[in-house]
Structures are given as structure tokens and as C-alpha cells.
């Protein structure tokens, strides 16, 4: 298996069981350089069974993966040299503070930028004189992320990076990543929201009981949601007015008053409500989070 210059991750046919467990099976993915990928999927879908995998920590039962063209397990060490990584539960010595943790890990490294460093604490609004011990979970997960953003690696593996964070610091955190993106480093992030990565993510691939259900780019994802719109008319329409436009999953119309559920564009149904005098159009943004949950219903929901 060759990777391409453009590719940060290739893996194909990645598989991995535990005894007769399931963690993840038959994933091939590529992810190019420079992009945010967003690695979506409820806990125990085998999200972090991936970013383990690809970081050699566990091996494969079958299949490979490669990072920046090398194999993950036969160059490890020098993968690892270009990587920032953040476990979904880390284990910090308590008795270290923030900053002796850092210093720790950056003595390991070969790049090390101090000023971005001390950037990032400031922006997560960060106390590094504190010991880690004393830190609230959310605090813990700051000084967890700036050790796997500080040296500015190629490649930042993030296991659920903005559990326990708050809002603003949530998007704060989101808002670095894209500034990594932009300077041409690679971000592949795991989350069970999709909405949390929505305006951060390339794309995302949403992972359902190990394997991959899907691949596709926001704006993908976006044209195929549904659409919740709502129009009051100045008088009563026909419902036959909007039976069989392109689009329109289901209409609901009490005297002159209309409820349209719509897939992707909407250029139809505007069109046919043109006839008539509109009074009020209410529309709700396309629901992600509702494609997203459509891969983790029962088979049963569906036949």
C-alpha cells in the first residue's frame, strides 16, 4: 500500500477484535493533509479503538494503516516524532503542575515552540502554577491539550478534546484547530456531537458499531437533511398545490396554513408557494444531528 503525498492517513481494511469483541472492522479511510476530520460515533462505536491503532498503541487483528506514507507499526517512532496526541482519559501525575507536565513532555521532543506555549494556556485561560491534582476535570483537559498542541506537530490526534470544557473555551479550542488546518497541519478528532464539529471538520466519518457508515463533507451532509419550513398564507391554499414536488417529504395544510418537511434544496416548493399570497415563512436550519442518528437506529426502526 502506497500513500500519496496529499495524504496525512490511509488505512485500509483496518480491523480490530478483542478475543470475540468487536473494536473497529474493515475501516479504509484517507485523510488528506491540512484537514480537519471529524471522527464521529456514540461511546463504544470504536472511535478510540482508531486513533489507538493508529497511533501503534494496540495492533490490528488485519488491515494497515499508514501515516504521512509510513506504516503505523514499523515506523512508530519516527511517526510519533510529527504527532500531538490527547487520550480520551488521560492519567497526569498528581503531583506535577501544569507547567513541570509541560516542561516534561517538551524535553521528549525535539520541536518545541515556547510562545506558542504560553499563547495557548492564555487563550484556554489556563493556570499552569497549579498541580494537577488540585484541577477540575476541565482544567486537567486544557493542560492536556496544549501538551499535544505546543511543539505544533503534522499530525494532532484528538480523542474527545472538548470533554469537559466549557462553552467558550469549547470554541475556542475549535478555533485553534482551524488556525492549525490553515497552516497546512492535519487534525483528526473524535466526537459523539456531531453540532460540536460542524463548523471546524473538512469532513466527517460517522462510525456505527465499528464500521464506517458514511464519509461525506459538511455541505454533503447539509444537502441531504431534512428541512422544517412553515408558511402562513394570506388566504386557504390546496394541499394538492404541493403534492409530488421535488424535495418535499411531507406536506401538512390546515386552511392557510402550510408545514413542508424538505429534502435539500428548497427551490420547488418557493416556487409553487409563489401562486399564492405568503404572509410568514419560518424555516428551521437543516437538522444534522438527526442524519447523524439516522445510522444508530435499530435495523428494526427501518424494516
Known amino acids: 500500500m502506497a500513500a500519496s503525498g496529499a495524504e496525512a492517513i490511509v488505512t485500509t481494511g483496518l480491523t480490530k477484535f478483542y478475543g470475540k469483541n468487536r473494536g473497529i472492522e474493515d475501516v479504509s479511510l484517507h485523510v ?57 482519559e488521560p492519567a497526569w501525575n498528581p503531583d506535577l503542575t501544569g507547567a513541570e507536565l509541560l516542561d516534561f513532555y517538551a524535553g521528549l521532543r525535539e520541536r518545541h515552540d515556547s510562545s506558542y506555549r504560553t499563547e495557548l494556556a492564555e487563550r484556554l485561560d489556563l493556570d499552569l502554577t497549579r498541580r494537577m491534582g488540585q484541577l477540575s476535570r476541565g482544567n486537567k483537559q486544557k493542560v492536556g491539550l496544549v501538551q499535544a498542541l505546543m511543539h505544533k506537530p503534522d499530525l494532532i490526534l484528538l480523542d474527545e478534546p472538548t470533554s469537559g470544557l466549557d462553552p467558550l473555551v469549547q470554541h475556542e479550542v475549535l478555533t485553534v484547530l482551524r488556525e492549525a488546518a490553515t497552516e497546512g497541519r492535519t487534525v483528526f478528532l473524535s466526537s459523539h456531537v456531531l453540532s460540536e464539529v460542524e463548523h471546524v471538520a473538512d469532513r466527517v466519518g460517522i462510525i456505527r458499531e465499528g464500521r464506517l457508515a458514511v464519509v461525506e463533507t459538511i455541505e454533503r451532509l447539509k444537502s441531504r437533511a431534512l428541512r422544517s419550513i412553515d408558511i402562513r398564507f394570506g388566504r386557504a391554499v390546496p394541499a394538492g398545490a404541493f403534492e409530488g414536488l421535488p424535495g418535499v417529504k411531507e406536506v401538512t395544510v390546515r386552511e392557510a396554513f402550510a408545514h413542508f418537511t424538505v429534502e435539500g434544496s428548497i427551490d420547488a416548493l ?34
Open 32 to 88: 488528506a493533509k491540512g484537514e480537519v476530520f471529524g471522527f464521529l460515533g456514540p461511546n463504544g462505536a470504536g472511535k478510540s479503538t482508531m486513533i489507538r491503532l493508529l497511533l501503534d498503541l494496540i495492533r490490528p487483528s488485519r488491515g494497515a494503516a499508514q501515516i504521512f506514507g509510513r506504516d503505523t507499526h514499523a515506523d512508530s517512532v519516527a511517526i510519533r516524532r510529527s504527532l500531538g496526541y490527547l487520550p480520551g
Open 270 to 303: 418557493v416556487k409553487a408557494a409563489s401562486q399564492f399570497e405568503v404572509l410568514d415563512i419560518v424555516s428551521k436550519d437543516a437538522d444534522l444531528e438527526e442524519i447523524f442518528l439516522t445510522y444508530y437506529r435499530n435495523d428494526e426502526a427501518s424494516a
